[in-house]
């Protein structure tokens, strides 16, 4: 299984503020994928990231909002814009495995927005 | 419109005994479908998945049932360990907008194996 790290691990933010999410992956894979969950609730895919075009987001999402970037095969970013408090969640990126049977996640970014 | 639902919000068991999680979905299109566990401050961590032209799968103590006309599956645990105490999240895999496979979760089940 693929091994995923996030930068950071949690964070406190003001409202109106922007934050970058990292996600490294220590080996190279086509699809990369960020989620967000938020309080009490199940994860919820955002987007997904191919390296070399544009993430394709879900309904509900957009990207002014959420920009991605994937500018290789094993790094994406995911900013939440203008964050407000209804932003506060866990967001996780992962990644399919080689037999496109499952996903590996990452420990996640836990973000508390004030 | 939540197509994976996970009803029971918690579950606990006594150390030894069988638990048994349980899972519904309503898109007939899903052709996998996953159990993932997770540990406060942790990802999802991948336990055990299963076809959809397969009705078993067992690994180990974990066994996962899929009845495809009552759109259900269950996963058992037995015997069951404090080790296992952990929220347990379905998901199915189905078309997404961008074509590729993605992961629809339910709302996860918070289990707890009692000593």
């Known amino acids: 299984s693929a091994v995923i790290s996030q930068k950071p691990s949690r964070d406190i933010c003001q409202r109106g503020t922007s934050l970058t999410i990292q996600c490294q992956v220590d080996?190279?894979?086509?699809?990369m994928f960020w989620y967000r969950q938020q309080p009490g609730q199940s994860l919820t895919l955002i987007a997904t990231a191919n390296q070399g075009s544009e993430a394709t987001y879900e309904s509900g999402f957009v990207i002014d909002k959420f920009p991605i970037s994937r500018p290789n095969l094993t790094f994406s970013t995911l900013t939440v814009s203008n964050m407000s408090p209804e932003d506060s969640s866990i967001y996780l990126c992962?990644?399919?495995?080689?037999?496109?049977?499952?996903?590996?996640f990452g420990p996640g970014t836990r973000l508390l927005v004030l | 419109d939540q197509q994976v639902k996970q009803n029971s919000p918690s579950l606990s068991v006594q150390e030894g005994r069988i638990s048994i999680l349980n899972c519904d979905y309503t898109?007939?299109?899903?052709?996998?479908f996953l159990w993932y566990k997770k540990y406060p401050a942790e990802g999802p961590t991948f336990l055990i998945s299963?076809?959809?032209?397969?009705d078993k799968n067992e690994d180990g103590r974990f066994t996962v049932f899929l009845n495809k006309s009552a759109k259900h599956l269950s996963l058992h645990i037995v015997p069951s360990q404090p080790g296992d105490s952990a929220v347990y999240f379905c998901a199915a895999s189905g078309p997404g907008v961008s074509g590729a496979n993605n992961l629809f979760f339910g709302t996860g089940t918070r289990l707890t194996v009692i000593p």
């Open positions: 080996s190279q894979v086509t699809m």
């Open positions: 299963i076809s959809s032209i397969k």
């Open positions: 992962s990644v399919e495995d080689r037999r496109r049977e499952t996903q590996y």
């Open positions: 898109n007939s299109m899903f052709d996998y």
